[in-house]
C-alpha cells in the first residue's frame, strides 16, 4: 500500500530569484543568490520528482504514476502523469510580464502540454511590492499590440500592493507577474508553457535581451478577463477549514489547526504543504496524540512530521489520516475537484 510520499525539491535558478528558498523555508539551496523556484511535487519534462522517504525511495512520481495510479489516484484514475505541479517561489525581482494558454492551444504544441490555471498563496510581501494580473479596461488584441510595440506596457497592466495570507487565482490567459519581494506558494496544472509579453527592459545573464514572445502571448490571451483581485476565502462544513480557490483544475484550502483533525479518505489524493507551524501525520489518532503530549514509548509509532515549507502527497488509498499540530499550524491543501 502507498504511504504519505515527500520528495527531493527540483530548484531553479532564473535571475529574479534570491534565497529565501532557503533561509525561510529551508530548503538544501547551494551557492548562489538566483534561487528562484522549488519544484516540491512535479511530473513534468521540466522537472520530475523524486520519492524521499520509505520503500519507494529514489522513485520518480511518474513511475509511482504508472505503477500504482489505482491507488494514487483513487476516483481520479486513470491520468497519463500527475496533473498538477506545487512550487514555492521566490521573487527577489520582477518575473516578466506572461500569459500561458488554455488546454486547447496547449493541447495542439509540440510536444503538447497542458494549460497553465494556476493560483498563488502570498509568504512573503514586503511593503511596496505588487502583483500585476490583468489588462486595463477595453484593452484588445490591437490596442496591446500597439501599446506592447511602443514600450508601454505597463500601462496596460492592473495591479495591486498584496499581504501575507492572500490567495490570487490566475486563470489561463491572464496577463500576469509577480513583482519583486514576493514569496510565493503556488499550486497549477502540470504545465510549463510561458509567453513572455514583456521583462522590465532588463538584461539576461548573457547581456542580452531575454528572448520575448509577443505573437504567442497576444494569440493566448483571454481579453474578456479583467483585473484580478484577491480571494476572499469562503467558510466550508470544518471551521478549521476555508477555501481559497475552486475551480475545475484544482481545489485549494487553507486549514488552521489548534486541536487534532481527520484528513482526506475521498478517495482523492490531496499535498498537503505546511505554512506554519509544525504538523504530525498518522493514521492512529491515539499514536499522534500521545506522541503530541509527550507520553508515546513506543519507537514503531508511524509518524510524519513536517514543519514549514514541507510538503507530502497523501495518496488516495491511503484513507483518512490523522493531523496534530505542535501548538498552531496553519497548511494547504490541494486536490482534484
Known sequence: MLYPLKFRPVFKRYLWGGRRLGTVLGKPIGEGDDYAESWEIADHEQGQSVVANGPLEGTTLHEVVEKYGDELFGRHAPQPRFPLIFKYLDAHQHLSVQVHPA???AAQLDPPDLGKTEAWYVLGAPPGSRVYAGLTYGMTRESLAREVAAGRTENCLQSF????????????????????????????????????LYDWNRLGPDGQPRKM???QALDAIDYSTRAIHRQVPKATDQPHVERLVSCDKFILDRWRLETLHSLGGDQRFHILSVLDGELLLSRSGEEVQSHVAGSSTSDEVSLLSLIRGQTVLLPASLGAVTIAPRGNAALLDMYLP
Do not use: K, M, N, W
Open 213 to 215: 514572445h509577443i505573437e
Open 161 to 196: 500592493e498584496p499581504q501575507v495570507g492572500d490567495c490570487i487565482f490566475i486563470p489561463a490567459g491572464t496577463v500576469h507577474a509577480l513583482g519583486a519581494g514576493l514569496l510565493i506558494a503556488e499550486i497549477q496544472q502540470a504545465s510549463d508553457t510561458t509567453y513572455r
Open 103 to 105: 488546454d486547447e492551444a
